[in-house]
C-alpha cells in the first residue's frame, strides 16, 4: 500500500521534527491566537489545550512559553502550538484541524481524514473490479518504515507515522483532528506513549 505524503507537508508552519533545537525557530515572535469555531459550536485554541503541568509530567520540563500560529484554507482551520520547554530539543508541537464554517462546503478536517487515512478503501469500493487505480503524482513510492500505523485507546481513531527518528501522532475527534509531536525522546515506544498521554489530554478540552 501506499500513501499520500500530503498529511505531512500541509502544515507547513509547523516544524518537520523536534529532534533538535535547530529545527524549532531560533528567536519566535510571538502571536496571539485566534480562536475558531470547532466541531460543536465551541472555540478551541491550540495553546489551552495542553498545561504545562502536563508537558511536564511527560517530558520532565514545564513550558517555558508558547508560540501560536493560524493557518486557513479552504474548509479547515489550521491551529498550532509549539511548546517551548527549557531544553529546546523536548518542545512539544500541537496542530488542531477544524471546521472553516465560511467555506464549510470543501474539504473538512474529517473528509480530509478520510481521504488521507481510507483512500485506497474508497478506490476499491468505487472502481470496477477490473479497473486499476491510476498512479498519482502526489504518491510517494511504499515506505515501510514510514507506513502510518494504527493506534487503539486514542480518540474516535489514531495514526502514528514515524520512524527511528521522529514520530508524529494524528488523533480524530469528531469533526476535529490533533497532528502531535514530541521531541527529545529516542525510543520511538516511548514516544509514542508519551505522544498518546498528551493527546488524551487535549481531547479531554475539546
Request: hydrophobic residues 40%; contains cysteine; positive net charge.
Amino acid at each position: 500500500m501506499i500513501y499520500k505524503v500530503t498529511l505531512l507537508c500541509l502544515f507547513v508552519a509547523c516544524s518537520a521534527s523536534l529532534a533538535t533545537a535547530q529545527e524549532l525557530s531560533p528567536s519566535p515572535r510571538k502571536t496571539k491566537e485566534r480562536s475558531v469555531p470547532a466541531s460543536a459550536g465551541r472555540t478551541v485554541s491550540a495553546c489551552a489545550l495542553l498545561a504545562s503541568k502536563e508537558i511536564d509530567a511527560v517530558q520532565g520540563e514545564p513550558v517555558k512559553e508558547t508560540i501560536s500560529n493560524l493557518q486557513l484554507t479552504e474548509g479547515m482551520n489550521l491551529l498550532q502550538c509549539v511548546f517551548h520547554t527549557p531544553t529546546p530539543a523536548k518542545s512539544v508541537s500541537l496542530e488542531v484541524a477544524t471546521v472553516n464554517h465560511s467555506n464549510s462546503s470543501a474539504a473538512t478536517p474529517r473528509k480530509f481524514w478520510r481521504n488521507q487515512f481510507h483512500a485506497s478503501d474508497l478506490r476499491e469500493k468505487d472502481l470496477p473490479t477490473d479497473a486499476k487505480p491510476a498512479k498519482d503524482s502526489m504518491i510517494e513510492p511504499q515506505n515501510e518504515e514510514r507506513k502510518p500505523r494504527r493506534i487503539d485507546g486514542v480518540g474516535e481513531e489514531a495514526y502514528w507515522v514515524g520512524n527511528g527518528v521522529t514520530g508524529i501522532l494524528y488523533v480524530l475527534h469528531g469533526d476535529v483532528f490533533l497532528r502531535l509531536s514530541v521531541g527529545g525522546i529516542r525510543e520511538e515506544s516511548a514516544r509514542l506513549e508519551k505522544s498518546k498521554a498528551l493527546a488524551r489530554a487535549a481531547i479531554r478540552r475539546l
